[in-house]
């Protein structure tokens, strides 16, 4: 198993701290010979509202900003791959209603760990996986792993329209099944913060 895959080592600050806090995300940037963004840990108590309050938690990402947003989302995949039995995707979460991207980041699925008709809508690359695991009722617990601040580089900042130079927060989560087994890798990372609190006030 590659290190990163424990359940105690999914990220870390040895070694190249970003490509640790940046897993799995690292790994397109790896095979696009790309360099990494400058990323460094946060401390949850640290971290700036809205951000805190819509990353410090252990709920699906999914869920939580639909309810944020008050909007349904759909998933946008930029890159995948299929190895080994594992599914790795670059995506955006996108609200139904105006298209905006509320998310960016990077999953890797271990897709023997789910059943069959679950495996089927993750290989469909229309729904994100938190809705997968909604609709299908799979018991899982998200369990994050680290919180970090990010400065958006020219993909991040073209995929969340934030611009480069941008301070963006984001989380490191590992999703586990009823046995305690991984499903999933993830890295999250949320659009500048003025989007979004225009978008509150909006709601009232």
Do not use: W
């Not at 089927?120 to 998200?142: F, V």
């Not at 369990?143 to 601040?149: E, I, V």
């Amino acid at each position: 198993m590659n290190p990163r895959e424990k359940d105690s080592a999914v990220c870390g600050d040895t070694g190249d701290a970003a490509l640790d806090l940046l897993y799995p995300l690292s790994e397109f940037y790896e095979e696009s010979g790309q360099s990494l963004p400058v990323v460094q840990r946060v401390d949850p108590s640290a971290m700036p509202d809205p951000y805190r309050r819509l990353l410090v938690h252990e709920r699906d990402m999914t869920p939580t900003l639909e309810a944020a947003y008050g909007q349904n989302i759909h998933l946008r995949v930029l890159h995948h791959s299929i190895r080994d039995n594992v599914f790795s995707r670059q995506v955006l979460l996108v609200l139904d209603g105006d298209e905006t991207a509320v998310e960016f980041g990077a999953i890797k699925i271990h897709l023997d760990r789910f059943p069959e008709e679950a495996r089927r809508l993750i290989l469909e690359r229309r729904k994100p996986l938190g809705t997968i695991l909604r609709q299908e009722d799979i018991e899982h617990s998200s369990r994050p792993t680290a919180y970090f601040q990010v400065t958006s580089d020219a993909a991040i900042g073209e995929a969340l329209g934030a611009g480069a130079g941008r301070a963006l927060y984001g989380r490191q989560n590992g999703l586990f099944d009823a046995r305690g087994e991984v499903l999933a890798q993830v890295v999250e990372i949320l659009p500048p913060l003025n989007p979004f609190t225009d978008r509150e006030k909006e709601r009232g």
